[in-house]
T-cell receptor
Framework: AQSVTQLDSQVPVFEEAPVELRCNYS??????LFWYVQYPNQGLQLLLK??????LVKGINGFEAEFNKSQTSFHLRKPSVHISDTAEYFC???????????FGGGTRLMVKP | DTAVSQTPKYLVTQMGNDKSIKCEQN?????MYWYKQDSKKFLKIMFS???????INETVPNRFSPKSPDKAHLNLHINSLELGDSAVYFC????????????FGDGTRLSIL
């Protein structure tokens, strides 16, 4: 079995400040890791993914994430956020069992002017 | 060119009714999925389906049944709707191989009166 924990349900931050959204996972086998973003009344859009190789992964909209196997973490970062980054962010894993994703509970990023 | 499209976007109906949600993808993917997002934004896999195999999340009531007329379509039928079925339902698709990112539709908001 696998699980994903997003430690913060809400993260308020001022515009142009850096942000980190935390994600920890547990799995008895190797996993693939993903971050998705959900804007209001929309579906999920892929931000970035880690499959193998370099542990620092760059995604769209200036986001990046670092895979840390020893800490079983995959935290998402952005050095300077914009108002338009306000959305719900989901961390997810799959272990190649039917390619089904297990999601964390989500983190609402609220960017204030 | 919508990649994964769901209809309807909104569905309001009464308890006890039977309803269907349609999903179509034009990405040429092998595998399609249904997810349920509850009022707290928690996302949970319901089904994974490709030409060869249907994988059912054992916690899904048998009132829910996926039907796939072809590789590009995966419809969701729900019988005897209950209040607890109110949620947003997302369709997604991907290539079959593990680690391939899933592409999501915009969701169907189901409200049971």
């Amino acid at each position: 079995a696998q699980s994903v924990t997003q430690l913060d349900s809400q993260v308020p931050v001022f515009e142009e400040a850096p942000v980190e959204l935390r994600c920890n996972y547990s799995s008895s086998v190797s996993v693939y890791l993903f971050w998705y973003v959900q804007y209001p009344n929309q579906g999920l859009q892929l931000l970035l993914k880690y499959l193998s190789g370099s542990t620092l992964v760059k995604g769209i909209n200036g986001f990046e994430a670092e895979f840390n196997k020893s800490q079983t973490s995959f935290h998402l970062r952005k050095p300077s956020v914009h108002i338009s980054d306000t959305a719900e962010y989901f961390c997810a894993v799959n272990n190649n069992a039917g390619n089904m994703l297990t999601f964390g509970g989500g983190t609402r990023l609220m960017v204030k002017p | 060119d919508t990649a994964v499209s769901q209809t309807p976007k909104y569905l309001v109906t009464q308890m006890g009714n039977d309803k269907s949600i349609k999903c179509e993808q034009n990405l040429g993917h092998d595998t399609m999925y249904w997810y349920k997002q509850d009022s707290k934004k928690f996302l949970k896999i319901m089904f994974s389906y490709n030409n060869k195999e249907l994988i059912i999340n054992e916690t899904v009531p048998n009132r829910f049944s996926p039907k796939s007329p072809d590789k590009a379509h995966l419809n969701l039928h729900i019988n005897s709707l209950e209040l607890g079925d109110s949620a947003v339902y997302f369709c997604a698709s991907s290539q079959e191989a593990g680690g391939q990112p899933q592409h999501f539709g915009d969701g169907t908001r189901l409200s049971i009166l």
